[in-house]
Antibody
Framework: EVQLVESGGGLVQPGRSLKLSCAAS????????MAWVRQAPKKGLEWVAT????????YYPDSVKGRFTISRDNAKSSLYLQMNSLKSEDTATYYC????????????WGQGVMVTVSS | DIQMTQSPASLSASPEEIVTITCQAS??????LAWYQQKPGKSPQLLIY???SLADGIPSRFSGSRSGTQYSLKISRLQVEDTGIYYC?????????FGGGTKLELK
């Protein structure tokens, strides 16, 4: 059974940093692209970052490019999101998601972790 | 950026009814579209990918179609457990964008 378990969320002040983690199990982690998707309170979904199987390629929307860094450790079946220079608009539930075998869509999602950016 | 305009924003329907949700893409995205269901308090679940393909384990009551740059999700024989918010996602070009969501309630 595919499982994605996020951790590392919490309350952080504007301008500070936070690192999220996602522990994957139930599949061969190194074979899949992985992603982070967020959802602000009572709002819709926003794709945040994607990383290739080896970690050599990463993709971001402009809203987080230069502030967020996605990375992975295939030996530990773990995905990370380093978030720097956090803003109030980054407040959201952050989901770890697996891309499908063709690296197209998100086929499995974690339960999400809440990040609140506030002074 | 490609805009995905989803409609309606909300709808209420009775069990066994048929409902259709649409997403209009601001430009051609081919079949690079997926539909997700998010039940209250849960993470999203993939329903349809590549515009018309049913994801594993999803009931055949769900179906997807395309007409030009308009994409539709049809739910036949509505069940109580279909309550939730439905989102489309375009995977054609970066940034990959979701529609604004359609909240479905059962009467």
């Amino acid at each position: 059974e595919v499982q994605l378990v996020e951790s590392g969320g919490g309350l952080v002040q504007p301008g500070r940093s936070l690192k999220l983690s996602c522990a994957a199990s139930g599949f061969t982690f190194s074979n899949y692209y992985m992603a982070w998707v967020r959802q602000a309170p009572k709002k819709g979904l926003e794709w945040v970052a994607t990383i290739s199987t080896s970690g050599s390629r990463t993709y971001y929307p402009d809203s987080v490019k230069g502030r967020f860094t996605i990375s992975r450790d295939n030996a530990k079946s773990s995905l990370y999101l380093q978030m720097n220079s956090l803003k109030s608009e980054d407040t959201a539930t952050y989901y770890c998601a697996r891309h499908d075998a063709g690296a197209r869509y998100f086929d499995y999602w974690g339960q999400g972790v809440m990040v609140t950016v506030s002074s | 950026d490609i805009q995905m305009t989803q409609s309606p924003a909300s709808l209420s329907a009775s069990p066994e009814e048929i409902v259709t949700i649409t997403c209009q893409a601001s430009q051609d995205i081919g079949n690079w579209l997926a539909w997700y269901q998010q039940k209250p308090g849960k993470s999203p679940q993939l329903l349809i990918y590549s515009a018309t393909s049913l994801a594993d384990g999803i009931p055949s009551r769900f179906s997807g179609s395309r007409s030009g740059t308009q994409y539709s999700l049809k739910i036949s024989r509505l069940q109580v457990e279909d309550t939730g918010i439905y989102y489309c996602l375009q995977r054609y070009s970066n940034p990959w964008t979701f529609g604004g969501g359609t909240k479905l309630e059962l009467k």
